[in-house]
């Protein structure tokens, strides 16, 4: 492996392992190379991130490296977080508001145990989105955070209560959240459709 594919696989290592970040240990154990060269190829792409003036930036936390975006641009990730619209949110975004909405209160780890995959980025996107918000803790060990549906969501889907949800009709867990996230795009994409109406 020359010097340079080290460091291409380094970003992409860092982007992968997201908030929890990686240690040279482990880089290396993955690249099977030396923790010095390592070492040396993550300060050379922290340095290149800098003085390229790229978007992000290489940072060190508790001995893990990983990728975070800028300060001083701020005050445009607060404008995304708070954009209004509504048809950019993902499957897997789309997946988890729809496991809130039909079984709220929830925590994060059952969100997780019905999708089979980590969603705390996707809670995060709605939370900004105002989609969902803490309604309470739950009674168990940690006192998880329950999420719940705001006002913001029954707006956004042009439900009056959250008794108006179409009612799904399988009863397996996993068909029923196929069927959820397609009832609940179904209404978003209808009541979409009302407001392109109105504004015309």
């Known amino acids: 492996m020359d010097y340079k594919s080290l460091k291409s696989i380094i970003e992409g290592l860092l ?4 908030d929890e ?7 290396a154990e993955i690249t099977e190379q030396r923790n010095e060269l390592v070492s040396r ?13 790229r978007g992000l930036q290489v940072i060190q936390i508790a001995g893990n490296y990983r990728l975070a975006t800028l300060a001083d641009h701020a005050p445009y990730f607060e404008r995304l977080a708070y954009s209004p619209s ?15 909405a039909y079984r709220q209160p ?12 980590k969603s705390e980025r996707a809670i995060h996107t ?8 803490e309604v309470g803790r739950a009674e168990a060990v940690g006192r998880p955070i329950l999420y719940g549906t705001t006002k913001t969501f029954l707006e956004s889907f042009g439900l009056g209560t959250l008794k108006e949800l179409p009612e ?19 209404k978003l994409d ?11």
């Open 15 to 18: 982007f992968l392992s997201g």
């Open 21 to 27: 970040g990686l240690t040279i240990r482990q880089i």
């Open 41 to 53: 190829a993550m300060e050379d792409l922290k340095n290149e991130y800098v003085s390229q003036k």
């Open 86 to 100: 509504r048809a950019s949110l993902s499957q897997a975004a789309l997946e988890t508001l729809a496991i809130v």
């Open 106 to 117: 929830i925590t994060r780890v059952e969100i997780e145990e019905i999708r089979g995959v």
């Open 126 to 133: 709605l939370n900004n989105k105002d989609l969902i918000h």
């Open 168 to 186: 799904p009709n399988s009863a397996d867990n996993s068909d029923s959240l196929e069927e959820e996230t397609q009832l609940l795009f179904s």
């Open 190 to 200: 209808s009541q979409q459709l009302t407001i392109d109406e109105i504004e015309q």
